[in-house]
């Protein structure tokens, strides 16, 4: 427990209710002062610990003495012509991080990231330039959704989508990610459905198998992107150390609620993964998986020699997949820019549209 809170530098955000009741132990108050400070924490998302009223004077001057509930800094805030608008985050250590904020007829969603870069090398990926630099705190998890839902003015109790599409794979990550998800799924926390929680992994084996065990589990999603093992392992080298068939058998195995599906992401890259044959090979794939297809137009970058499908391409791979029983989705109608910006680092289309506000390319992982 002080081990936690030295790390944070005594930020509290990221402690869970057991964590806090400690702390109340550790200031001499009875346990239940920890739980009504985890409400105030996340349900009431105070950071001022003056305005904890419910709670006693001594115990809200100690916390104000003591400990901080600190959100990330937001150092750059870029809005895109269809209202999504991405965040630059700056972490007590200078480390940058992107979330972005999409809201979408009324559905707001949320893509957090899960680590500072990427050591997952998946050849199509901005991210993966960056190599890795750290793991995420569960606070750092948890400061994305504060900072952004604060800046953006949504009030507590409103309903949002939380992906974890930023950058990083947060299978690489997983507990400090679950803790972040049960923290986020409390109802006496954020009170998010775990149905409106989605992790997106590359394709970590043994960590799908692990996340299957959990009680409180989020959705899974899967970047498949590729229709046969070779081309798998040419877009994504991890598929060599975890391949397909042991990803799909994965899959197979994995529980789902009695409506739920397994999402699989596949980005569509010209030329190289979109053909008839491969949307056939998709459906062949998934073929008793309960499963929905994400399809996502490929966001393109100076530095990565890939192109998008065209939109012919990416609707004669729907309908592929779609006579075959396969619910897919074209994740475009957003604003392509925004919908992988959450993959994608490096959006030069974005910026240009945009009014950017002092964005450091020096410090911009992008
Ligand atoms: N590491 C996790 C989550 C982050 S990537 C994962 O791999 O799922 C989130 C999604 O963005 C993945 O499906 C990935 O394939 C996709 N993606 C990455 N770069 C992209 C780009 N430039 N354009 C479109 N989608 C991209």
Do not use: W
């Amino acid at each position: 427990m002080k081990a936690v809170i030295s790390a944070s530098r005594d930020n509290l955000l990221g402690l869970d209710k057991s964590d806090l009741r400690e702390l109340a132990a550790l200031c001499e108050e009875p346990q239940f002062r920890g739980a009504q400070l985890f409400r105030n924490i996340y349900a009431r998302r105070q950071r001022d610990f003056a305005e904890c009223t419910e709670l006693p004077a001594r115990f809200r001057h100690l916390l104000s003495s003591r400990y901080r509930v600190d959100y990330p800094a937001i150092k750059a805030r870029i809005a895109s012509r269809d209202g999504a608008v991405r965040y630059l985050l700056s972490l007590h250590d200078g480390e940058n991080v992107e979330t972005v904020f999409m809201p979408d007829e009324g559905r707001l969603t949320l893509c957090v990231s899960s680590q500072v870069g990427c050591a997952v090398n998946c050849h199509f990926c901005f991210t993966a330039l960056l190599g890795v630099k750290r793991n995420l705190e569960a606070g750092e998890i948890l400061g994305q959704v504060m900072a952004v839902t604060a800046a953006q003015r949504i009030p507590p109790a409103t309903p949002f989508n939380v992906v974890f599409m930023g950058m990083g794979e947060p299978l690489l990550n997983l507990a400090p990610v679950m803790k972040a998800v049960r923290i986020l799924a409390d109802r006496d926390g954020m009170a998010i459905p775990l149905r409106r929680i989605t992790i997106s992994t590359a394709g970590i084996v043994p960590k799908i198998r692990e996340m299957a065990r959990e009680t409180v589990r989020p959705k899974l999603a899967i970047s498949l992107n590729a229709s046969t093992e070779e081309q798998r392992t040419a877009l994504m080298p991890l598929n060599r150390k975890y391949p397909l068939s042991e990803l799909l058998q994965a899959c197979r195995e994995f529980p789902l609620g009695s409506r739920e599906r397994l999402t699989f992401e596949y980005v569509l890259l010209d030329g190289i993964n979109d053909t008839d044959s491969d949307a056939q090979r998709v459906a062949a794939l998934l073929g008793g998986i309960r499963s929905k297809v994400n399809l996502i137009p490929y966001n393109a970058g100076p530095d990565l020699p890939y192109r998008p499908s065209p939109l012919r391409r990416v609707l004669a791979f729907q309908k592929i997949l779609q006579d075959h029983h396969i619910p897919a989705f074209i994740r475009i109608s957003r604003g392509q820019d925004i919908m992988a910006a959450c993959g994608q680092l490096r959006l030069a289309g974005m910026e240009s549209e945009t009014a950017p506000v002092d964005v450091a390319p020096s410090v911009s992982p992008g």
